[in-house]
Each structure stands twice: as C-alpha cells, then as structure tokens.
C-alpha cells in the first residue's frame, strides 16, 4: 500500500510539473478571476481563434468585450526572473543562472489585435492590450506604455478603464461576431500550431543566413554589455538581435 502510494504521489508530481499543465492551470486561474468581473457590463470570452487574411489563424487567450473598449488579454505562467523592454524582440528569462528567451508578448498581443482589427472589419473598435503574468514569475521589466500586470491585479487593470467608447450596439456585435465567426474544429486548431513551427523555422532560417527576419536588412556582428551579438544593420528603425 505505502508502494502504491508513492507511486501515485510521483506520477502526480510528474504531472503538474509538466508545462502543459501548469499552461491549463494558469488558464484556469484567469478564467475564475475573469468571472468576477460584472457581466452587465463585461462579456468574457476564452481560448478565441480566428482566421486571419493572410490564411493562417491567430489564437487569443481572453477577449473582454465592453462599453470601455475590447480588452485583449494574453496571459503567461512562467517562473523566474523575466526581463525585457517595450520595443524588444525579446524577453529573457532567468532561472538562477540559466537564461531563456521568450518572444515579447508585447509584440505577439499586437498581432492578435490586429487580426481582431482585420477580423471585425470596424476601425472605430477601440482594443486594450494586456498581458498578464502569474505570480509565479518576477518581473523586471523597463517602464511600459502598455500594461504588463501579475494576474491578481488583471481584473482592477480591466476595471480602471472607465471612459465609454462602445455602444451596447457595438458592443453585442462585436460579441456576437466572434461567438459564431470564430474557428473551433480540431483540424483548424492543427492548422494553427503547424503555421507557428512554419513561422518560426523560417525566421530562424533567414536569421541564419544573415538576413533579418524582420525587414529583411542585413545582421552585422555588435558589441553589447553581454558581449557578442547579430543585430540588424537597419537599427534603430530596426532593432531585431540574435544571441551567438
């Protein structure tokens, strides 16, 4: 019995240690604090996936629609230090002495909006990025324009907006177009994760071939505080870097 037990106490431990798990964790937590939010006034919607112009999909963690404007949120449950600026085309994340990079969430919710943007078809829309970490992570990141909040602070973020910028009109269809509009078969949702491995691998093919991935201008070798770095000839209207 006490073999048993501890085989079972292992497994488990197994299981929430796993990222995919503690990524549904995480989610989870946000959905219960979402639902706190008055729903007169706030219309949450979870997990949204829609199809963008180009062909490819855009999924979006939280969407809250209301008369203060279109909340997009995109949460994330890493641990440790993260670090980063606004404009950056990456964090870093640092877990005592290991250093992670993870694509500025910054930069990826500006994608997810302006696909919303495309999506609904209406320039007068006003949308509200967020991104929201779990207290699990330490952030020290440089001063923001946009909000970068811990998740226990995600719903008095939302409720800070106070100036009415949608009609009830707007607002329910706005609602309405993604409650029916938006992608749900599972084969749309393989699509989905395939066109992010496509994405990535060919970013990192031309970045490999000195090309930068993000205007197409030519890497050149910089100098940095860290040392050694691939950095866009085009800076500073450009400032994508690659780590040697």
Sequence with gaps: MTYLFA????????ILRSPKIKG????????????????????VMHDIMIQRPDGKTSQIDHVVVSRYGVFVIETKNYTGWIVGG????????????????LYNPIRQNYGHVKAL?????????????????STRADLKLEPMSIDVVYTTRLVSTIQ??????????????????????????????KKHVADIKGNLKEKAALASA???????????????KSGMFMGCS???????????
């Excluded at 000195?210 to 030519?218: D, H, S, V």
Aim: aromatic share 8%; proline share 3%; hydrophobic share 30%.
């Design 160 to 189: 800070k907006y106070k100036n009415v910028r949608l009609s009830e009109d707007q607002k329910d269809r706005v609602h309405k177009a993604l409650s029916v509009k938006t992608l749900h078969t599972r084969e749309e949702r």
């Design 24 to 43: 549904m964790i995480g989610e989870s937590s946000v959905r219960h604090k979402l639902g706190k939010l008055n729903p007169k006034e706030y219309t």
């Design 234 to 244: 085009s800076y500073p209207r450009c400032r994508f870097t690659k780590v040697n």
């Design 86 to 101: 606004e404009k950056s085309e990456y964090w870093t994340q640092v877990i005592y002495k290991r250093k992670e990079r």
């Design 7 to 14: 085989t079972i106490l292992l497994i488990l431990v197994i």
């Design 210 to 224: 000195g090309i930068c991935p993000r205007c197409n201008g030519k890497l050149v070798e910089r100098r940095g």
């Design 117 to 133: 943007e495309s999506f609904l078809e209406d320039e007068t829309i006003p949308f509200i990025s967020i991104i929201a970490f």
